[in-house]
């Protein structure tokens, strides 16, 4: 056989087995769990969309800002942690600050927000969670410490005129333990927490 005749049966199939390969892995599987996720998982597979009178409001997965065009916190509703998503919690753009401990940009970002929050909060500067002056690591976190969400109850319930003891209840039955019992912090999923907070308000 021609050295002209091996080289193009290998590129023959060389070619088949890229054909092959793309349709299979980059068309049949993808379908596949995509359609398993879908009959087992439906949610999630679909983006945990969360919906509100029939009318999709957001994601159980993608955090998202209670704050008005100038970006202030709305005060009747619970405020999520930091994000340092392009403009905040842009799911093109997930990413932290990057920044280092060290770094006095990070220090004097943290500083503002504890000041920010505390008077928003009407408490000391020194009771305020860490979640509420970090972003993650994403930028795109649903959740806050359950602490985080207990310290906005008596803004919330003010600005609302709610009972406070309606509201903390609220907040602790949002309340998601660790999963497995072991793994990750309690935590609380703001965007399902405020919608629990419209049904409350009604």
């Known amino acids: 056989m021609s050295?002209?005749?091996?080289?193009a049966r290998q590129l023959g199939a060389a070619v088949r087995a890229v054909?092959?390969?793309?349709l299979a892995l980059g068309l049949v599987y993808p379908l596949?769990?995509?359609?398993?996720?879908?009959?087992?998982?439906?949610?999630?597979?679909?983006?945990?969309v969360v919906s509100l009178d029939g009318q999709p409001v957001g994601s159980a997965l993608i955090g998202q800002s209670f704050t008005d065009a100038g970006?202030?916190?709305?005060?009747?509703?619970?405020?999520?942690?930091?994000?340092?998503?392009?403009?905040?919690?842009?799911?093109?753009?997930?990413s932290g600050s990057n920044l280092g401990?060290?770094?006095?940009?990070?220090?004097?970002a943290?500083?503002?927000?504890?000041?920010a929050v505390a008077e928003l909060e009407g408490v000391?500067?020194?009771?305020?969670?860490?979640?509420?002056?970090?972003?993650?690591?994403?930028?795109?976190?649903?959740?806050?410490s359950p602490e985080y969400a207990l310290l906005q109850v008596e803004r919330v319930a003010a600005a609302r005129g709610l009972d406070p003891d309606d509201v903390r209840a609220l907040v602790d039955s949002a309340?998601?333990?660790?999963?497995?019992?072991?793994?990750?912090?309690?935590?609380?999923?703001?965007?399902?927490?405020?919608?629990?907070?419209?049904?409350?308000?009604?």
């Open 3 to 7: 050295t002209a005749r091996a080289s």
């Open 19 to 22: 054909i092959i390969l793309t």
């Open 32 to 48: 596949a769990v995509t359609g398993i996720a879908r009959m087992t998982v439906n949610s999630r597979a679909n983006g945990s």
């Open 71 to 94: 970006g202030a916190a709305l005060p009747e509703w619970f405020q999520s942690r930091p994000s340092a998503a392009g403009d905040g919690y842009d799911g093109g753009a997930s």
């Open 101 to 108: 401990p060290a770094n006095p940009d990070l220090a004097a």
């Open 110 to 115: 943290i500083g503002e927000r504890r000041e």
């Open 124 to 144: 000391d500067p020194g009771d305020v969670p860490a979640d509420a002056l970090t972003a993650s690591s994403s930028g795109l976190d649903p959740h806050i």
């Open 175 to 202: 309340v998601e333990s660790r999963r497995g019992g072991v793994l990750g912090e309690p935590a609380v999923n703001v965007l399902q927490l405020n919608i629990a907070l419209l049904e409350l308000d009604t």
